[in-house]
DNA sequence: CCTCTCCTTTTTGTCGGACATATTCCTGTT
DNA sequence: AACAGGAATATGTCCGACAAAAAGGAGAGG
């Protein structure tokens, strides 16, 4: 129903007094696609609850000083991933989550743009635990030669430069990335680009928060090993280990 | 309460003949959306390859009948769920393949609006292998009298209608989405919600193929009943054995 | 007083044209 | 031949208007 009164203003999260609501599109980036990130995240982050009703179509493009045309392209970016809906005279509504496209790369980014609730990194990471083993048995039995030396040159990279530089991160994805590419498996490589980028934030966070507790060299090692010896078994085994300690950093820093 | 009912109308489910004709819309559909189903499921089966240019905005929109901004929005879906990609003075075009979101349901839905590949198929399949055993084996430990009692429920009108009718499809749908609520990880239930829909439309093709070779309800009773004697190792066993079957049926109907 | 129908009003949906912006690509210069 | 600069072109944004659908209220009838 309606809430009376203050019911939805928009965000214009105030640090500008003026108008300075207009979202200014960063390093080529397109207007709409600002808007949405702003709307998007507003929304992942729960700063709009679902079942709210977002303010009229003119009003809102008014008060963000943008033209309808733009922020209803936005708008239908947010419909595409299943965030909003919008029906003549009932207006735009929030979904309710399980109709989020929880797995598109861009709504998990806009989660991680504020604090991720801790309930949701652990569904993440449960999902990580459930898919990575099984992707490094399918990459054992999969991988060629070049997987192995992309897998190879990533890894020299991340024990190069750690993963306390975005270098080293970079590398750490280059891993994760030709693992899963030697599953030749198209939906779990997608998958991938979900996960990892969900991955990559947590990694930041747990960077944030202190240094890293223990060395993940190793593990990737014993990752590495069981994939080149074609060993479907220990790969998996040794993905898991490596997730379960992925796991226990990042909880143990989000606690502190 | 929300008509849940996506029963909405397919449009032009009969001849696309005409030549590039207006794409009208079904009833409740909007005019965006049926140009983005259009677009997306040409370009998904692979009528545009990627690295294609689309018509510019203006002349294809014409050929449309439709106004600029409509076909604008509707591309601004197809950017959204990674298909196309648009720079200034260098047209709408084509993204390569590992650039799709390939788990977004709408564009698995319009891979199998066409004959799918049985490649991806597989990919499918062998995704729903690694997560729904585990899933179930999350269901067994975390469920609670409520997942049951719906489980059960479906379970019954399994047997009652067979897979053969609607209402026993759908009822197979309740089955698996009950068993997916109660493993109470949301990145999990949006993965298998993309996936459920595309196995349903598998389903269909094992259906139009000829009568299911083998009865499928003892497979969802050992489930069940692992689930509901709380044995996680049982229930991804049996999970397991339900998949492999369904993706041999599949696999056997597709080859005929 | 309640219910049903009809109409008003609100909000999204579609349209058309205009201008801005950013590249590409060609042209002309050095 | 290399480079710089300008013209061409396609997307990006803005504006204003009307169409369509549906929620909510008004009025007739029970």
Chains 1, 2 share one sequence.
Do not use: C
């Not at 979904?95 to 806009?110: G, I």
Request: charged share 25%; glycine share 6%; proline share 4%.
């Amino acid at each position: 129903m309606e809430e009376a009164g203050e019911a939805l203003v928009p965000m214009q999260a105030g640090e500008a007094d003026q108008a300075e609501a207009r979202p200014k599109r960063g390093t080529g980036r397109r207007l709409h696609g600002a808007i949405a990130q702003k709307l998007g995240s507003a929304i992942v982050s729960g700063r709009y609850a679902p079942g709210d009703r977002l303010e009229g179509e003119v009003a809102f493009s008014e008060t963000l000083n943008v033209s309808r045309s733009a922020y209803r392209e936005a708008v239908q970016v947010l419909v595409a991933k299943g965030l909003v809906e919008s029906r003549t005279k009932a207006g735009t509504r929030v979904l309710p989550r399980n109709r989020w496209n929880l797995l598109d790369p861009d709504v998990l980014a806009w989660a991680f743009t504020g604090e991720p609730h801790i309930d949701f990194i652990r569904d993440l990471f449960e999902l990580r635990q459930i898919v990575e083993p099984a992707a490094a048995s399918l990459a054992a039995q999969r991988r060629d030669r070049d997987d192995l030396a992309v897998m190879k040159t990533a890894l020299a990279a991340m024990r190069k430069y750690s993963l306390a530089t975005e270098t080293g991160r970079a590398a750490d994805r280059d891993f994760h990335n030709a693992l899963l590419q030697a599953t030749r498996n198209e939906a779990v490589v997608a998958l991938s680009a979900s996960i990892g980028a969900a991955v990559s934030w947590t990694t930041q966070f747990k960077q944030r928060a202190r240094a890293l507790p223990r060395n993940p060299i190793p593990d990737h090692v014993r990752v590495y090993d069981a994939i080149a010896a074609g060993n479907a078994g220990a790969a998996a085994e040794a993905m898991r280990t490596l997730v379960d300690l992925a796991l226990e950093d990042t909880r143990s820093a989000m606690q502190a």
